[in-house]
């Protein structure tokens, strides 16, 4: 009892929000089923079947609204997997060929050319002939799209929607025909097959640039033998461990370490980061680059269905499901609208002919073009269609955003704050002086700095163990390590208590600087992190680190400053260091914030409005949280992805100003799109009732606002950073 399965189909020919609203509602009502859940991106459809619940039902409903289906997984276990050479069993994409889909839903095209076919047939017929006679013409064109679509609006009223965009086109073609205007019954039917035909053109479009990315992996991989030589292999076939050779030249076939050998690798397909970067022994690569000149050795560290292209793809199609606001309240909308439409249509209809004496063919005709008036697909698709389009150009140029809710919310940002190391930082401090205490050396001073920063992960400790390193030393080891978040690293070594921090804590320690005092004011103004190092709480000595900025965040600063936001700078380095370094960027700082501090700030700047929190996702996870919106930047992508609501895959600060215009170009398109989409539809509205227009223009107004926002959506897929 209770044990439910998980069971996921393949679900062909959805094409928007209302479609994948109906495909839920639809199986939702089925015995046995529960979780629904449907991505339209990834076409795919998954839900909890308990003991009650048969996978055929649920097919048969999916037919039945005019989709294709086939399952993927859950069901019965087939075969197991097939033993590779190697005797590892390898991750396979298992998937039977979809099932037969009804003929009048594959064949959307075959059925508006049928129809185009007929339509102009009578009105070529009806140029020579009397209209007795090319009136069944039409009559037919309606019926053959009738049909079709009846039928979809009749599996729909069963599935619980009885008020869709279906029975609303229905009834009016219908209604058309019964009041003597076939003509215009059968353009209805017509035009609605051509915007069903062109939104299916788009999501396919949109789906498309998501696919590209997985065409970036190469269709063999190298595998090394343990005998030096090599086999060709596809690369899902490959295990984590396995040794791949990558030729100059060659796309990488995986995500791996390099064993051996170094390069200049082309990320360019999967970051958009059009410089090359250098990579040897022990750096990471991603599958999709483009190796430069040199031969490499990887070691898998990822399987195909794992890696960073595909955690995109799989980031985007879930980002394509997850709605954004804007999108949630028109869909709560519409669901309303479409059988009020209908109840003013029929209040049109029946109303006028006593109340103001119109004759009831006036009454008909007007209150069928209110029901066309009044179908809200384009409004439907407005949202979806834009926010697809509007994710899938960000992915394709490094830029992933996890959902509508987020790339919505960036563009609304009044102020960006970034974490200061790793983020504006290269995140890689080297030692510039060590200046002893008087009666110290330099290599004391470097030696028992190192011994206390052993095993700490800090930049900071990094560097001084590399400086240390550098000159030879041997640190004595250090005992009973103990780290003071934000301040300092403590240990015992060589017998005395050591300390490496933050000249404040070296204050609060009591420490007295002396004729240091005056040094260390001067390397701080220079932009220097100093580390006092004290021995028993007495000076020993300062070691000045400087990390370098990048390159570009003063541009990607004044870029941010260029769309109107204001950046700040939070970091835990000591005010005048971090004026400096902040000065030298352009920007505000707040300095000698504790991890906690950082999450109050934001708090802080939060109440003038929306805030980016921009950082490497390693130690600022909380703070990316907290902010409106997180963005992680570059190396780090794994922790990132899962913390941050976006990422720039490319370890640039501009990126950030790049998503900020990808989020406004967003809901720019959105905008327009619903502009037109109510608008057109408000000014036929109000032509119709007066009877200034008839049934034509309110058909052109339905359909021509769908493909108006559709092919507005389509631009979007073109967007460049500026
Ligand atoms: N392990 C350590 N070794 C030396 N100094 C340290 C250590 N840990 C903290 N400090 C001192 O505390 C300060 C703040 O550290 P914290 O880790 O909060 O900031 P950060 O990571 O260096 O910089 P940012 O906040 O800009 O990312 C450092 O500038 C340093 O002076
Ligand atoms: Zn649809």
């Given amino acids: 009892m209770g044990t439910a399965t998980r069971v ?95 003929w009048w839903a594959t064949g959307k095209a075959t059925l508006t050319w049928l129809l185009g076919a007929l339509v102009i047939g009578a ?8 209209d007795s006679l090319t009136y069944p013409l039409f009559l037919a064109a309606t019926a053959v799209a009738v049909v079709p679509f009846g039928r979809r609006a009749i599996a729909l009223a069963r599935a619980g929607s009885p008020f869709s965009i279906e029975t ?11 009041i003597g205007a076939a003509e215009e019954a059968a353009v209805v039917v017509l035009l609605f097959a051509v915007g069903e035909l062109l939104e299916s053109v ?59 050998g170094t390069t200049a690798l082309d990320e360019s397909p999967v970051t958009g980061e059009s410089v090359p970067v250098a990579r040897g ?46 999108q949630r309240f028109i869909e709560r909308f519409s669901r309303w609208w479409t059988p009020g439409a209908m109840i003013v249509a029929l209040l049109v209809i029946v109303i006028p002919p006593f109340a103001l004496g119109w004759d009831w063919a006036t009454s008909l005709y007007r209150g069928l073009a209110v029901l066309l008036i009044a179908c809200p697909c384009a409004l439907v698709i407005s949202v979806p269609a834009a926010m697809a389009s509007g994710l899938s150009a960000g992915a394709r140029r490094g830029l992933l955003v996890k959902g509508g809710a987020a790339l919505e919310r960036i563009g609304t940002a009044r102020t960006v704050a970034f974490d200061k190391t790793g983020t504006l930082s290269e995140g890689r401090p080297r030692v510039t002086a060590v200046l002893p205490a008087p009666g110290r050396s330099v290599d004391e001073v470097l030696a028992l700095a190192a011994g206390a920063e052993q095993g700490s992960a800090h930049p900071l400790a990094k560097a001084i163990l590399a400086a240390a390193a550098e000159r030879g030393l ?31 804590h070296a204050a609060e320690a009591g420490a007295v600087l002396g004729d240091l005092a005056t040094d260390l004011t001067r390397l701080e103004a220079e932009g220097r992190t100093v580390a006092v190092v004290l021995i028993d709480n007495a000076l020993l000595g300062l070691v000045a680190l400087r990390d370098e900025p990048r390159a570009d965040a003063q541009d990607g600063v004044a870029a941010l400053a260029a769309l109107g936001l204001r950046s700040v700078m939070l970091t835990g380095d000591n005010a005048r260091t971090g004026a400096a370094i902040a000065a030298s960027i352009g920007l505000e700082a707040r300095a000698e914030l504790l991890p906690d501090d950082k999450l109050r700030e934001i708090g802080r700047l939060m109440q003038d409005g929306a805030v980016v929190m921009v950082g490497d996702g390693i130690n600022d996870a909380p703070a990316l949280a907290a902010a409106t919106v997180g963005i992680a ?23 950030v100003a790049e998503l900020v215009s990808l989020s406004r170009a967003t809901m720019a398109n959105v905008h327009q799109n619903v502009a037109v989409a109510i608008g057109l539809k408000a000014v036929f509205l109000a032509t119709t009732l007066a009877g200034i227009t008839g049934l034509w223009p309110a058909i052109l107004a339905d359909t021509g606002a769908t493909v108006l926002v559709t092919l507005n959506a389509l631009r979007l897929l073109r967007w460049v950073p500026r």
């Fill in 123 to 130: 009105y070529a017929a009806s140029l020579v002939l009397p």
């Fill in 281 to 326: 022994r022990g750096d990471a690569v991603m599958a999709g680059a483009i190796n430069g000149d040199g031969a490499i050795r990887l070691r898998v560290t990822r399987t195909a269905a794992d890696n960073t292209i595909a955690r995109i793809i799989r980031l985007v199609e879930e980002a394509t499901a997850s709605r954004a606001p804007t």
């Fill in 474 to 504: 041997s640190p004595p080891p250090g005992r009973g390590q103990s780290a003071l978040p934000g301040k300092a690293v403590v240990a015992t070594v060589a017998g005395r208590r050591i300390s490496v921090g933050s000249p404040r």
């Fill in 202 to 260: 788009a999501a396919g479009r949109a789906r498309a640039g998501i696919q590209a990315l997985a065409q970036l992996m190469p269709r063999v991989a190298l595998r090394l033998r343990p005998d030096g030589g090599t086999d060709e292999v596809a690369p899902e076939w490959l295990c984590i461990g396995d040794l791949v050779l990558v030729r100059p030249g060659d796309r990488v076939p995986c995500d791996g370490m390099i064993e051996e």
């Fill in 633 to 655: 930047m570059g190396g780090g992508t794994d922790v990132a992805l899962e913390t941050a609501d976006a990422a720039v895959l490319k370890d640039r600060v501009t990126g």
């Fill in 8 to 102: 996921t189909w393949r679900v062909e020919g959805m094409d928007c929000a209302a479609c994948v609203a109906k495909v839920t509602r639809a199986v939702e009502r089925l015995p046995g089923v529960s979780a629904v859940e449907v991505n339209l991106m990834a076409e795919r459809l998954s839900l909890d079947l308990d003991a009650g619940g048969r996978t055929e039902a649920v097919e048969t409903q999916i037919a039945a609204l005019g989709y294709g289906v086939s399952l993927v997984d859950g069901a019965p276990p087939a075969a197991a997997p097939p033993l590779a050479a190697d005797g590892h069993s390898h991750p396979r994409d298992t998937q039977d060929a979809p099932r037969m889909r009804p």
């Fill in 168 to 178: 609303l086109m229905c009834t009016a073609a219908i209604g058309a025909a019964v």
